[in-house]
């Protein structure tokens, strides 16, 4: 195997030990029993701790029943995995991702709220503009152009 194969399966191993390292973090934060979540998550003990130790690479199907059991967002564990790209973000959205203090779920949240806030206020000029443009000129107007 040369050096680049080799250090493909690093990262690829990194990956797995992250979302494991990850997963075991958002459990002790919602201060649930590996025994819990595995059984929230409907997947089996053993597996859950192999897959928390980093010696499994969970599957987009796995993750999401995790997510469910931990009650945060899929996507998260996707972004964590690898398999999802961390989504555009700017000053705001990279501040709530890393706060510390705040759990996933609050993250998510507090994400969606301004998500939402950005989208009303965007329809509103994109309607103000149109309403503007569709207003027919005086001549007064016309005149200063």
């Known amino acids: ?15 797995g030990r992250g979302i494991g ?12 029993s590996l025994r819990q979540l595995s059984r ?12 928390e130790r980093g010696l499994r690479k969970p599957s987009a199907e796995i993750l999401q029943q995790i997510a469910k059991g931990l009650r945060i967002s899929a996507e998260a564990l996707y972004v964590q995995a690898g398999i999802l790209d ?6 705001v959205t990279d ?16 994400l969606d709220v301004y998500d939402s806030f950005r989208r ?4 509103k000029a994109a309607a103000a ?7 027919p000129r005086s001549e007064d107007d016309a005149a200063q152009d």
């Open 129 to 135: 503009k149109s309403t503007v443009e569709a207003e």
């Open 86 to 91: 961390l989504p555009a973000g700017g000053p």
């Open 21 to 32: 390292e990850y997963i075991k973090h958002q459990r002790n934060t919602a201060k649930i």
């Open 40 to 51: 929230l998550a409907g997947v089996s003990n053993p597996y859950l701790s192999q897959i």
């Open 95 to 110: 501040a709530v991702r890393a706060d510390r203090d705040l759990t996933e779920r609050q993250k998510q949240v507090l």
């Open 1 to 15: 195997m040369d050096d680049n194969e080799g250090s493909a399966m690093d990262r690829v191993a990194d990956l």
């Open 120 to 123: 009303e206020n965007a329809d």
